[in-house]
């Protein structure tokens, strides 16, 4: 199978490339360097003389507070160019899985969203990427696939588990938001399930998480300490407290409180059931400490990855 892969740089997009070519697959990388996804007219050329099978889009402008401050640039890089490419994989024929988020819900409601539930994001972020979900699911009926995340971790960047590891295990004390609730997503498990979209998919949109009940990041940061004293990688000590959202000054967009996401349907598509985000994180955990890779030891190159 021969797969193009958009942010290939990025976190998934650069996982997403590593397992394909080690299922023996093709996979054309795709960066900023390659296309401008601003520039809509070099987009199509650009598509239009590659030969795939399958196109992933991982790439997007992700960060809240960029949306809010751009959202022209927001509404061209999330919704118009994955318009443009689903365009493409409709003349050719060929499946297209686009990547969304657990913004495009308001987050004003407890519970865990499906896919079929009302979207009503309340940031630039969330419309902009529900703008892209629907121009996707029109311009390729059918051989178009919507999967939402949320709190992917893992992978070779870190990111929030990574950082909550590389501070405890420094003996560093951590703070974490307790006021806000999704489930995370495993990142190998994320790959795993991309394989089975990319040759089995009837398309739609996907919720792609763990299965367990909604955590906050503080209550996250917990389970990674408890699992690293439960192997024996960390001794009691560093302090793991709680934080309300409203003492993040720093951002200037608002964040969805209640983004949940259920994930059932993407599991009875699976050859496996998707598990619980607790095991899931128990396993990379164990697998990131029998290796003891750097990442995890130096916490001084870490900041903070909140979304």
Sequence with gaps: MKLLITGANGRVGSALCAYFLQRGDKVIPVTRADVDLTNLPALRAFLLEKNFDCLINPAAMSAPDQCEQEPELAQRINADAPAVMAEIAQLRGVRIIHFSTDYVFAGDRAGKRRENDCAEPSTVYGRSKLAGEQKVLENAPGLASVLRVSWVYG???????????????????????????????????????????????????????????????????????????????????????????????????????????????????????????RDALRRVIEQKMGGVPAIILDASCMTPVVD
């Design 155 to 277: 992978g070779e960047r870190p990111g929030f588990v990574d950082q909550v590891m590389a501070q405890l295990l420094a003996g560093q004390s951590v703070r974490a938001v307790s006021d806000k609730w999704s489930i995370p997503t495993a990142l190998d498990d994320l790959c795993e399930w991309l394989a089975c979209l990319s040759k089995s998919s009837p398309g739609g949109i996907w919720h792609g998480c763990h299965a367990g009940e909604p955590v906050s990041w503080y209550a996250l940061a917990i389970a990674v300490q408890e699992t690293l004293q439960a192997g024996g990688w960390l001794a009691q000590g560093a302090n793991v407290d709680a934080q309300s959202i409203t003492e993040m000054s720093q951002w200037s967009a608002r964040r969805p409180i209640h983004t949940a996401m259920d994930s059932a349907k993407l599991s009875s598509h699976l050859p496996r059931p998707i598990v619980d985000w």
